[in-house]
């Protein structure tokens, strides 16, 4: 008896630093729309399958070998930590955005950088400096503006979207956020932090070992590299090293 070919689906597993989350979403959207424009020759449907979290976890998942294709950190030294354990196809890391660092308030009558000098808050929400880049980006920039803050005012975020969400369910007064999570909100009052005042969030990528046999991931990493991905991801909040308007 006959049997039409079933063609297998292919699934892509990424590890994905949550600060990037609404871009993300809206890169695997594009990226899908144009596989079904395009259909490829073997005829597998492609599927996206987003893991969020801080990039310090991510990180301990994948060396205790969870079965990840991709893995975009919100740093570079995670994903060169995995280059040197040899868990990943190649032995460089690349850049797919450069993270900015936003503070809110919820005050409207006052600057959030006035509140923060002058201590006009209860709680500022600050991801984990420990875990998550961008809480280590807030510490810098708490160090550089030369502040002492109590340890009893801050709420700690595993990481940049538990931060997030302390400061929009009004737990925190304040909050250190990705410029990106915020930027098209014009009722938030927000302050873009200097660029001087934290060391550069190099956002870097690696294609994983475990994609070695899985050539929708590798189609997919290359993708996030073109002038399609970088400036979409440009137009979303980050910087982009390869966007040419």
């Given at each position: 008896?006959?049997?039409?070919?079933?063609?297998?689906?292919?699934?892509?597993?990424?590890?994905?630093?949550?600060?990037?989350?609404?871009?993300?979403?809206?890169?695997?959207?594009?990226?899908?729309?144009?596989?079904?424009?395009?259909?490829?020759?073997?005829?597998?449907?492609?599927?996206?399958?987003a893991?969020?979290?801080?990039?310090?976890?991510?990180?301990?998942?994948?060396?205790?070998?969870?079965?990840?294709?991709?893995?975009?950190?919100?740093?570079?030294?995670k994903?060169?930590?995995?280059?040197?354990?040899?868990?990943?196809?190649?032995q460089?890391?690349?850049?797919?955005?450069?993270?900015?660092?936003?503070?809110?308030?919820?005050?409207s009558?006052?600057?959030?950088?006035?509140?923060?000098?002058?201590?006009?808050?209860?709680?500022?929400?600050?991801?984990?400096?420990?875990l998550?880049?961008?809480?280590?980006?807030?510490?810098?920039?708490?160090?550089?503006?030369?502040?002492?803050?109590?340890?009893?005012?801050?709420?700690?975020?595993?990481?940049?979207?538990?931060?997030?969400?302390?400061f929009?369910?009004?737990?925190?007064?304040?909050?250190?956020?990705?410029?990106?999570?915020?930027?098209?909100?014009?009722?938030?009052?927000?302050?873009?932090?200097?660029?001087?005042?934290?060391?550069?969030?190099?956002?870097?990528?690696?294609?994983?070992?475990?994609?070695?046999?899985?050539?929708?991931?590798?189609?997919?990493?290359?993708?996030?590299?073109?002038?399609?991905?970088?400036?979409?991801?440009?137009?979303?909040?980050?910087?982009?090293?390869?966007c040419?308007?």
């Open positions: 008896m006959l049997t039409q070919p079933v063609f297998a689906q292919q699934k892509v597993y990424v590890a994905v630093a949550s600060n990037f989350i609404n871009v993300f979403e809206k890169l695997k959207t594009s990226y899908i729309s144009q596989q079904q424009d395009e259909p490829s020759d073997a005829g597998a449907d492609v599927e996206i399958v893991s969020y979290g801080s990039s310090g976890k991510l990180f301990a998942q994948i060396v205790h070998g969870a079965p990840f294709h991709i893995f975009l950190s919100a740093d570079t030294d994903p060169k930590k995995l280059v040197e354990l040899a868990l990943t196809q190649n460089t890391v690349d850049t797919y955005a450069l993270g900015q660092l936003a503070l809110v308030a919820n005050n009558e006052i600057s959030p950088i006035d509140m923060l000098k002058q201590q006009k808050f209860k709680h500022i929400a600050i991801a984990n400096p420990k998550a880049p961008y809480g280590l980006a807030a510490q810098n920039v708490i160090d550089s503006l030369g502040l002492k803050i109590n340890r009893r005012q801050i709420a700690m975020g595993e990481n940049i979207s538990q931060s997030y969400q302390f929009t369910s009004k737990h925190a007064q304040l909050a250190f956020v990705a410029y990106a999570q915020v930027f098209d909100q014009p009722e938030i009052n927000l302050w873009l932090v200097p660029d001087n005042l934290y060391h550069p969030i190099e956002q870097g990528m690696v294609l994983l070992k475990s994609a070695e046999h899985n050539n929708a991931a590798t189609q997919f990493y290359q993708f996030l590299q073109s002038q399609q991905a970088q400036c979409l991801i440009a137009s979303l909040g980050y910087k982009s090293q390869t040419l308007h």
